[in-house]
Every structure is written in structure tokens, then in C-alpha cells.
């Protein structure tokens, strides 16, 4: 959805913005953009996606504190699974 050099710390571990493509798409096609966008606003919404553009622009420290603090968020969420 969001290039990795424009979508900064904030974005690139972003759960919301994460889905599995195929080879195809993903290299061969440019990763479908128009297409991927399209189909996460179907999925997680208009407001998320919103929500997830609006974190572009969002400045953040990405220190030891910021990754452990991601860390704890993924444990809970691979318990929850």
C-alpha cells in the first residue's frame, strides 16, 4: 500500500498494512497498488485506512523503547492466535 521509504517507522511494522501477495503481483506487478488498496479498505475499513495514511506524516523515535514496545504488542497478538 504505503512504499517502505515513505511510510517511515510507524508504518513499516504496522500489522494493519501487512498482507501475504503472491510473487506475481508483488514483483512482477508492482505489488497492485490501485488493487491492494481497494481490498484493505473492504477489509479493515475507510477509517483505518485513513488512520494509516495519516501515520506517514507521524514523526517517531524508533529507539530500543519503540521496538520493545512493538515487541509486547506482537507477543499479545501470537498469544491471542
Wanted: charged share 25%; aromatic share 10%; proline share 1%.
Amino acid at each position: 500500500m504505503i512504499a517502505r521509504a515513505s511510510g517511515g517507522a510507524s508504518l513499516y511494522f504496522n500489522l494493519n498494512q501487512l498482507r501475504v501477495q503472491c510473487p506475481l503481483c508483488n514483483l512482477w506487478r508492482g505489488g497492485e497498488g490501485a488493487i491492494f488498496l481497494h481490498r484493505l479498505i473492504k477489509e479493515i475499513g475507510q477509517a483505518s485506512v485513513d488512520e494509516l495514511m495519516a501515520l506517514r506524516t507521524k514523526m517517531v523515535k524508533a529507539d530500543r523503547f519503540f521496538y520493545q514496545a512493538l515487541i509486547d504488542e506482537y507477543e499479545k497478538e501470537a498469544e491471542r492466535l
